[in-house]
């Protein structure tokens, strides 16, 4: 069972196990007992990093409303159908299913999953029974996943009761998953374009990761040109009121048909041409994941370890000017809080630290009162293994990451059914064509 699921962690012969796997040592060796040493992961609410979880298969993240075809779209990335695959106008996939390689279809429960330590889930079960029972891994024999994990998720909900019926916040286990995935698809259905609590509530906690977001229009052939621009409009409106970035959200337009059958010529030649165009673009990014997943974890441990940097220099900081005040203790904390903007600016100069770097001055007052930050005291030496981990050891691994990422690694597009926007694959709703044939048991890579 064990060596079964280790299809989810990167392969040993892969160009880029190296660097992950020296990313890990570095992480394990240097940096895990500092941030234990001063409750970095309590502070910030961050996990620890597994090893597992470094060395996971890039991921591709499928979020949406029900019915709006994400499961479709699965189906045609891998070229076959799956286990427990049900595809449909009502909502049909209750949980979350991540699907990864194997040359034996095995549906593996969720409690088995979070309770092997060394797969990339098992961190999934500090969410509790609510999410465990909802949770699945699935191999399946397509070779498109030999390269990476698919990640399957139930339709997002409307109404007051959505939160009381999962037994879990679906907002909060979007985010774990996001943080991990490389490319994250938000699926909407050109007639129900409407964005619930539930779905707002997730996309803002996408927010920190819009870099990897794509949004996805689909079903567009059922609607006239003028139909289309004017839901285009209205989908492009909801989605700038949530995510609040100066660059403007792609979105991409999708089909359920592989042609689409409009009477109006115009119209026709309209559509299928941006759908044609918006189906390359597509096919392209999910197509080249690898080559954006080894600078993504490289950035997101840089990205990390500053911060740790940063929230030692921190409190260091504070514990010296804590020793300076004669009264009591809890009159020092707050005394120093109120001063937080003028000691950012301090530590921003005196260490060069951008003002990025530090979390709002909001979020640091509540975890400064909340946690306990005045007794383990910040040996300067630690902060000195940071920094070098942040000069020396992320530059050597970067070095190696620029010739990496220049290798190519041959996805069979043609065995795995290439992936088309445009081809069925679509939720519920509108004329459902034929699903694929299925393939025999054993597929040739």
């Keep these: 069972m064990n060596s ?35 409750n970095f992961n309590t502070f910030y609410q961050i996990p620890e990093c ?30 076959r159908d799956y286990i427990d695959i049900h595809i449909g106008p009502e909502p049909t996939t209750d949980r979350f ?65 959505q939160g009381i019926m999962r037994g879990y916040s679906f907002a909060k286990v979007a985010r774990w998953f996001a943080q991990r ?9 050109c007639s129900k374009t409407d964005v619930s609590d539930e779905l707002k509530g997730i996309i803002q906690q996408l927010q920190d990761f819009h870099i990897r977001v794509r949004c996805i229009l689909n079903k567009v052939d059922m609607l006239s040109s003028k139909e289309l621009v004017r839901v285009y409009g209205a989908l ?6 949530i995510i609040t970035n100066a660059e403007v959200t792609r979105v991409y337009w999708a ?76 009159t020092k904390k707050i005394a120093l809080i109120e001063q937080l903007p003028q000691i950012i600016d301090h530590l921003s100069q005196k260490h060069d630290i951008p003002s990025s770097d530090f979390p709002s001055v909001s979020f640091l007052r509540s975890a400064l009162m909340l946690k306990k930050w005045e007794e383990t005291s910040v040996d300067k030496a630690h902060i000195e293994i940071v920094t070098g981990i942040i000069v020396h050891d992320i530059h050597e691994i970067s070095e190696r990451l620029v010739l990496a990422i220049d290798v190519d690694i041959n996805v069979s597009v043609e065995a795995a059914g290439k992936p088309s926007l445009s081809s069925p694959g679509g939720g519920g709703g509108g004329d459902q064509q034929a699903p694929p044939k299925k393939p025999s048991k054993k597929v040739k890579a």
């Design 181 to 189: 995935s490389d490319i994250i698809l938000v699926f909407f259905d």
């Design 97 to 161: 299913n991540a699907l990864i390689h194997g040359r034996e279809e095995i549906v593996v429960n969720g409690t088995v999953a979070t309770a092997i330590p060394h797969l990339p889930f098992s961190s999934l079960g500090d969410f509790g029974p609510g999410l465990v029972n909802k949770l699945s891994v699935t191999t399946v024999d397509a070779p498109i996943l030999q390269h990476m994990n698919i990640i399957d998720t139930p339709g997002v909900l409307a109404g007051e009761k």
């Design 4 to 38: 079964l699921l280790n299809n989810a962690v990167i392969p040993k012969e892969d160009p880029s196990f190296d660097i992950l796997g020296g990313l890990s040592q570095l992480y394990l060796n240097k940096a895990r007992h500092l941030e234990r040493a001063y």
């Design 255 to 330: 089909s359920n048909n592989s042609d689409s059958t409009l009477e109006d010529a115009n119209d026709s030649h309209f559509i299928n041409s941006s759908l044609r165009e918006d189906q390359e673009a597509l096919d392209k990014v999910v197509l080249n994941i690898h080559k954006t997943s080894l600078p993504r974890k490289v950035g997101d441990f840089f990205k990390r370890m500053r911060m740790l940097r940063t929230h030692m220099l921190l409190i260091r900081h504070l514990q010296k000017r804590s020793a300076l005040f004669p009264w009591g203790k809890e």
């Design 50 to 79: 597994s090893e597992s979880e470094m060395l996971m298969k890039p991921t591709l993240l499928l979020l949406g409303a029900y019915s709006t075809g994400k499961t479709s779209f699965i189906r045609r990335l891998l070229g």
């Design 236 to 241: 492009m409106w909801s989605i700038g009121r």
